[in-house]
């Protein structure tokens, strides 16, 4: 079927014969790579295939000249291209030449084009402009392109956040995790980000990435399902992202980006019924400036190109934290940020012959944040206590690209991401002090100290691939291994070695005990994925393009002593699609996917489940502190006997068998895609789509302790002395029966050390639930040269007992070790509509050309509210009590997960407007970008704690007295306010 693309060309128009060309581009294809793809047929105007027609490319930036030879049934391609504009023509004896200017060849993007020669006699036709087909009738992969036409002409923040929200499917997470997207019904943690084809995701929690100088990006892909065999280690979606590159040209500029403070609104503050603030916004103050030079061009004409980009930048933000009442006057702190080191990139691409290119890109996003802390009291305030905290690092991967045959092309990579995570202070030797105001929940600092956590620790990820493309007849056929050997090296502690807690009554005055808390952890941890997978995409009919691949995965974890602690291999995923013409013109589509996505196991669970971790909490009364304005609590006063020693982790490598599931699976994610996608002229198409995902399989940790002692004793007539209800935390899949070797009564017992395999029947969790579905209605308008318009409506459901790999209930980043999943009784009405749940958006984003100078640009959302829950203490489970106010019930009573209603839906509206003025020497353009135009501040986030854990009293049958926290129900987060971008460029 080499010749499909004649059948259709010839469907397209009537004037396909009259005419030198007709041509057909398609959106891109989703590949794993930064480059781009020509494809076509050389015919006659009669539609006779043509062999041995000489068609030749070149780049009209860098001078990259390529030329092949039409095979016997006129088929021809150009692989593995340099993104950017292209000249083509077709040459054969007895034929004029035919051309075709300014064909645009994106990142992972084919273009599928005929060449229509006509005979000697006939006056020879140019045609000039790329006419893209908005219908792409080979991809079954979702998702959309963003370049920088886009990025110059429609309001959107400059980070991956802000491009991926412009995507269908997507949602903003919650502000716990910081700014990160979730991406078809998946947590914030389960997405991957790629730069030039490295991998930059945070690799210990999944929770965003490394932050490379926006300014260099020039186009991304934000993939959200369907994605191909490539692409791995990801159940949410995949943001490309592609940077830019020097060319024949000689190229400068500077630009400056400003937000100042005076043009930022604030968001709301909170008062306490005592008048206090619970939340402070009044002192915010944040000034953000960003200044990119940069220079692109050649060292050596048509060979060795550069992109060098330097990026001095200053982001300032000044905060108040809550407050309370002391005896002795209101008590807060205020915060002063500072972050002001420069980032800079760059790129070189040397085109060694015709078809061998060598692409070098490196960036650092290194950066210390320093934070000032002033503690007052009533007006009176202590020193400043300073603190810093170290992050990103230096970036850097090359890639050799090597086009073999005609058929046969290969490419290698090596990559190095890196990331700082340290945080420290002079005051490190102080150990931190809290106090805990029963009456209002407020804790407030003491003591002397600036961190209450202090570590040294960095992340680095070191990344081999080699990529192969094979074209044989009718399938076009991409396979590769990749390998990642990840190393996180962590050394936490509290500060001073010490965390002391003053519990204070309702008084106000009274200490009621002090909690000694003893915290560390630490060691180097590596972890290693593989994969290796093949591609297909067939060309079974002039219709109909099947999409096939498979991928093999392999994860291996090991723990502070280098020893594998946890290895999953051979999993495989399968990748299918079918993709079918409807009208046989190229205009219109229906497709169908299904692909499996395995989620490697984040290096945050080597740390904290397989590390010499020490955390133990000890109880005392009262017996007064030191004189030496460290606050340190004398621990003479006898033990304080309301709570019992809390010992989670006694500083030892626990054994593998006993901390993980020997029978474990890996955690994998379904995902069936189907749409029909349609064009209503040449400048409008439309797409509506259907999307179902089920994580079928989860990790988590699980506490087996009552399990584990009901199943010795009914087995083997003997009790577990070790289950205290909190020893045994197990990494399994949660539901299934758990097999563990260890020894449950300790060397003096009568049960062996042996291996264990305790029924799920005895364990008594649920398995895990995440299920999404979801329905896009797309409407789009490519642009014309004078505006563009993109809306799409999505109807979706996120419903299960299990967010995924994080937790937004309570904020925890504990990847895979979330407190979800601790005991049987915290999921106890943990059934219902999950945190990411939108059940209605719409999105609406354009530009519009006013004059040749003047361009205007919008972006609108507005979104359904999120479900609300009500959490408290567990009246029976006495496991899940000792966790407080995590459970589904609210004074006693069940409570099921969502069942609080949802909160209010948000709208926004931004708007930008930019300047182009002319000069001499330079072009200048002035812009503006105004962000939540109308400063709406709905309430995005509710405090959820409904039972208040330090009045709450009740018996084991769960009567008793319950009071109600007095922050439940209170709005803790609010939309970002309206605040303005006001930038200027210099291009010479």
């Keep these: 079927m080499k010749n499909s693309n004649l059948k259709r060309s010839f469907k397209q128009s009537i004037t396909a014969v009259a005419v030198a060309m007709s041509l057909s581009a398609a959106m891109p294809a989703m590949a794993n790579n930064t480059t781009g793809y020509i494809t076509g047929s050389s015919i006659s105007q009669g539609g006779q295939v043509l062999g041995s027609v000489t068609i030749k490319i070149v780049n ?75 219908v792409d009738i080979t991809s079954s ?11 110059d002409r429609v309001p959107v923040a400059r980070d991956f956040t802000g491009v991926a929200l412009l995507a269908p499917g997507t949602t903003k997470g919650d502000s716990a995790f910081g700014n990160n997207p979730s991406i078809g019904g998946a947590s914030v943690a389960e997405n991957a980000y790629y730069v030039n084809g490295l991998n930059i995701t945070n690799f210990r929690t999944g929770v965003g990435s490394s932050q490379p100088p926006f300014e260099m990006y020039d186009t991304f892909e934000v993939k959200t399902g369907g994605y191909s065999a490539e ?75 550069y992109y060098a980009l330097y990026s001095p930048r200053s982001d300032e933000f000044e905060y108040n934290g809550g407050q309370a009442s002391t005896p002795d006057g209101i008590a807060q702190s205020l915060y002063s940020e500072k972050d002001d080191d420069s980032f800079w990139g760059a790129k070189v691409d040397w085109y060694i012959t015709e078809n061998n290119i060598l692409e070098i890109s490196a960036f650092s996003d290194q950066s210390t944040t320093t934070t000032l802390r002033t503690d007052y009291i009533g007006s009176t305030g202590a020193e400043p ?42 005051l490190d030797a102080n150990p931190a002090i809290y106090r805990n105001f029963t009456r209002t929940g407020a804790f407030v600092p003491g003591g002397n100290f600036a961190n209450f956590s202090i570590g040294e620790g960095d992340d680095q990820r070191q990344v081999v691939r080699i990529d192969a493309d094979w074209y ?33 009554g309702e008084d106000d005055t009274t200490i009621d005990y002090v909690r000694h808390r003893t915290y560390s952890s630490g060691g180097s941890f590596e972890s290693e994925n593989f994969a290796y997978y093949i591609q297909d995409q067939w060309q079974a009919t002039d219709d109909l393009v099947i999409n096939a691949g498979i991928r093999n995965d392999s994860f291996e974890n090991k723990n502070g002593i280098g020893e594998s602690f946890i290895k999953l291999e051979n999993q495989w995923a399968l990748r299918l699609g079918a993709v079918y013409d ?57 033990t304080y006997t309301g709570r019992p020693q809390d010992v989670f982790s006694n500083g030892d490598v626990p054994e593998a068998g006993a901390i993980v599931d020997s029978s474990i699976d890996p955690m994998y994610s379904d995902e069936f895609i189907a749409g029909y996608q349609f064009q209503l002229n040449d400048e409008w198409s439309m797409a509506v789509q ?16 009552f399990g584990f002692n009901e199943y010795v004793n009914r087995e083997f007539g003997s009790a577990c002395t070790e289950c205290t209800g909190f020893h045994y935390y197990v990494l399994t899949n949660p539901g ?33 639930i995440r299920k999404y579905a979801a329905v896009d209605v797309t409407v789009n308008k490519e642009w014309d040269g004078k505006w563009m318009l993109t809306g799409t409506y999505t109807w979706s459901h996120s419903w299960g007992n299990n967010e995924g790999l994080v937790r937004s209930d309570n904020g925890q980043d504990d990847a895979g070790l979330t407190t979800n999943f601790d005991q049987p009784g915290l999921l106890d009405g943990g059934d219902g509509n999950l945190p990411n749940d939108r059940r209605h958006s719409v999105k609406v984003f354009g530009s519009y050309q006013v004059t040749d100078d003047l361009n205007i640009g919008a972006n609108f959302s507005w979104q359904a509210g999120k479900p609300r829950s009500a959490f408290g203490i567990h009246p029976t489970d006495i496991f899940a009590q000792a966790y407080g106010s995590e459970s589904f019930y609210k004074g006693g009573q069940l409570a099921k997960r969502g069942s609080e209603g949802t909160t209010n839906s948000l709208w926004n509206l931004d708007l930008t407007a930019s300047y182009d003025i002319e000069f001499e020497d330079f072009d200048l353009n002035l812009r503006a970008d105004v962000f939540n135009v109308f400063n709406n501040d709905t309430a995005s986030e509710f405090d959820e704690i409904y039972d208040d854990e330090s009045r709450t009293d009740f018996n084991e049958d769960g009567s008793g007295n319950y009071f109600v926290s007095p922050t439940y129900g209170l709005a803790q987060n609010w939309q970002t306010p309206r605040y303005v971008r006001l930038s200027a460029s210099i291009r010479f």
Aim: aromatic share 10%; net charge negative; no cysteine.
């Design 60 to 134: 009209k930036e860098t001078g990259l000249t390529r030329s092949v030879v039409s095979d016997s049934e006129g088929s021809f391609r150009f692989p593995l291209l340099p993104p950017g504009m292209y000249d083509i023509t077709a040459m054969k004896d007895g034929f004029q030449i035919t051309a075709q200017k300014d064909v645009k060849v994106g990142m992972g993007g084919k273009v599928s084009l005929n060449m229509t020669l006509a005979a000697d006699d006939i006056e020879r036709i140019e045609v000039t402009g790329s006419a893209i087909a908005m």
């Design 385 to 426: 206590k300073e603190s810093f905290e170290d992050n990103g690092g230096l970036n850097y991967t090359a890639k050799l690209t090597s086009i073999i045959t005609d058929d046969f092309s290969v490419s290698v990579q090596y990559g190095i991401n890196e990331t700082d995570r340290t945080a420290g202070s002079v």
């Design 582 to 638: 409807v009208m046989g013109d190229g205009e219109s589509k229906i497709w169908a996917s299904y692909g499996r996505y395995y989620l490697p196991i984040a290096a945050n669970t080597n740390i904290r489940l397989a590390g010499a971790e020490t955390y133990v909490q000890d109880y005392y009364n009262y017996d007064g502190m030191s004189s030496d304005g460290l606050e340190v609590p004398n621990l003479t006063g006898g």
């Design 690 to 705: 259907g999307t179902y995902r089920e994580l079928a399989t989860t990790i988590e940790d699980v506490a087996i302790d």
């Design 736 to 768: 299934t029966d758990i097999t563990v070797t260890t020894d449950p009564d300790g060397d003096a017992g009568p049960l062996a050390n042996q291996e264990y395999t305790i029924p799920a029947s005895d364990l008594n969790y649920p398995e895990a």
């Design 472 to 504: 044989l007849g009718d399938h076009e056929i991409r396979f590769g291994v990749d390998k990642e050997s990840l190393t996180a090296n962590q050394q936490t502690i509290n500060s001073g070695g010490a965390y002391y807690l003053y519990v204070i």
């Design 231 to 305: 692409f791995g280690r990801a159940t949410g979606g995949v943001i490309n992202a592609k940077t830019k590159s020097g060319s024949n040209e000689f190229k400068a500029g500077v630009n400056v980006y400003y937000e100042p403070d005076a043009l930022r609104e604030d968001k709301q503050s909170q008062k306490r019924d005592d008048g206090t603030l619970r939340i402070d916004n009044t002192g915010d103050e944040n000034d953000f400036y960003e200044v990119n030079l940069w220079a692109s061009g050649a060292i050596i004409e048509d060979t060795l190109f």
């Design 141 to 151: 992969s979702t998702g959309i392109v963003v370049d920088t036409l886009t990025l």
